[in-house]
């Protein structure tokens, strides 16, 4: 149920002019008594794209996207219901009041955090230009991140000590128990005294970003291979892995022109595609991708590739995230590098048409897996058959659209030797099993 009131609702909708709302984004003429213009959400020549003045409403003819105001800054932007009311408020001067404290007070705790979390990311901007930061700088430079780049992406530097953000962040009128919960600095029990500590340090620093581009963790890594190489945000109120993808702000508007994303593995690899010309790219947050994951990118692209290295742990990683993305209608395949390069070395070598020449080869992500498990398992034998079946099936449970689930179940079928009667069953009580 929405915090917003149906008056308020309405008193937006009649404030905003959709033509003007939409023509930030895309250039409209009027045709008759609408708009018309080419569509933000899929690549098209001949102009499709519909908007209506007196109704307040779109509609694509090519892609069959259509709705109100809301609507469209929900899909353009990546917002929730009551983040594009609330915006488009603002923007025509009515003020929202929320639905009782207990919301007004949990909105003001949460904008605390996005602004803590801000400080945070100047913070760390300012120890990259800063004279402590020049190995950082010497690090992105022999990655091949140009300074351009690494302002973009808001790269920073977190300097060695211990308490460096922590002193700063005190002095600048934050508290510890906001700094524990933005997960900014660790709190440990010592000895019965409780030790405080910043959770990065002498680590160069990637900012991760929601869709609207507001920062809610970071991921950083260190200067050389000393481990843990990697050392990640924890989960806040702000930010969860599972639910968020490194560089989706940045790349969602080139995803919805072209309709085509890249998931990698790595900071650095999503950085130099999108620094060589390709910037679709995203990456997964430490984590196996998710349904969530998943199906937020089905909001921006209809053709995916899975770029990952070619190693074992490349391969693991696009085996683990094949299932998320049979379940939506994404044309997904999957490219593994060969050579032991990864994505950041290939565009450094050859730019993003080395890139896009690694990736031509991909294969469809279900004809992968059907590969790579009849392998692992040794589906030369019936007992390594059965157990490549029920792994396919496993990774089949999230499909729900009935023509894809048929046709996925027919080629395993094919591929194993086993009835689809039989496939079909099983793979009804492995769904049934999945949503007790």
């Known amino acids: 149920m929405s915090l917003i009131p149906e008056d308020v609702i309405e008193a937006v909708r009649q404030a905003v002019d959709i033509t003007d709302l939409i023509g930030r984004y895309v250039p409209l003429k009027r045709s008759g008594r609408s708009f018309k213009g080419c569509c933000p959400f899929h690549e098209e020549k001949t102009p499709s794209f519909h908007v209506w003045q007196e109704t307040s409403t779109w509609k ?32 025509a001067g009515i003020e929202i009041e929320a639905e009782s404290p207990e919301a007004r007070r949990r909105a003001g705790h949460l904008q605390r955090l996005r602004e803590l979390n801000e400080w945070a990311c100047r ?26 780049t690494a302002l973009a992406f808001r790269l920073g530097y977190a300097p060695p000590g211990w308490d460096n953000l922590l002193r700063a962040a005190l002095a600048s009128g934050w508290t ?81 022109r072209t309709g085509e994303g890249a998931v990698m593995e790595g900071y ?47 391969r693991r990683a696009a085996e683990k995230a094949i299932p998320a993305f049979l379940a939506e209608d994404i044309e997904t395949r999957v490219a593994l590098l060969d050579g032991g390069q990864d994505p ?10 080395a890139l896009r ?24 034998s019936v007992p390594g058959r059965a157990a490549a079946t029920e792994a ?26 086993v009835p689809e009667d039989v496939v079909a069953g099983r793979l009804r009580e492995i769904a049934r099993r999945h949503q007790e």
């Not at 950041?344 to 048409?353: E, H, I, Q, T």
Request: charged content about 25%; glycine content about 12%; hydrophobic content about 40%.
């Open 357 to 380: 020449a690694a990736i031509a080869d991909g294969r469809e992500a279900f004809e992968h897996l059907l590969e790579v498990t009849a392998a692992e398992h040794d589906a030369t």
């Open 176 to 256: 510890e128990d906001e700094l524990a919960e933005g997960g900014l600095v660790v709190r440990r029990d010592d000895g019965g005294r409780n030790k405080v500590y910043d959770m990065f340090r002498d680590r160069v620093v990637f900012p991760i970003a929601d869709p609207q581009g507001r920062v809610i963790a970071f991921g950083a890594r260190t200067l050389g291979d000393d481990e843990p190489k990697y050392v990640n945000s924890p989960e806040t109120p702000l930010y969860t892995k599972g639910r968020h993808l490194y560089a989706l702000h940045l790349a969602k508007q080139e995803m919805m």
């Open 268 to 314: 650095t690899d999503v950085i130099l595609a999108h620094q060589a010309g390709w910037p679709v790219a995203v990456a997964g947050l430490g984590t196996a991708l998710t349904p969530q994951q998943a199906s937020h990118l089905s909001r921006y692209v209809k053709r995916l590739w899975l770029v990952y290295d070619g190693d074992a742990a490349g």
């Open 123 to 148: 913070f760390f901007e300012a120890g990259l230009r800063g004279p402590r930061g020049e190995g950082a700088r010497a690090y992105f430079k022999r990655r091949g991140i140009t300074g351009e």
């Open 344 to 353: 950041a070395d290939l565009v450094v070598a050859g730019g993003a048409d």
């Open 392 to 417: 396919v099936l496993e990774a089949l449970a999230g499909v729900t659209d009935e023509i894809r689930r048929a046709l996925y179940l027919k080629r395993l079928a094919d591929a194993y030797g």
């Open 60 to 91: 694509c003819f090519g892609c069959g996207k259509g709705g109100n105001l809301f609507g469209f800054l929900m899909e353009r932007e990546g917002l929730t219901f009551p983040e594009a009311a609330r915006q488009l408020a603002r923007e």
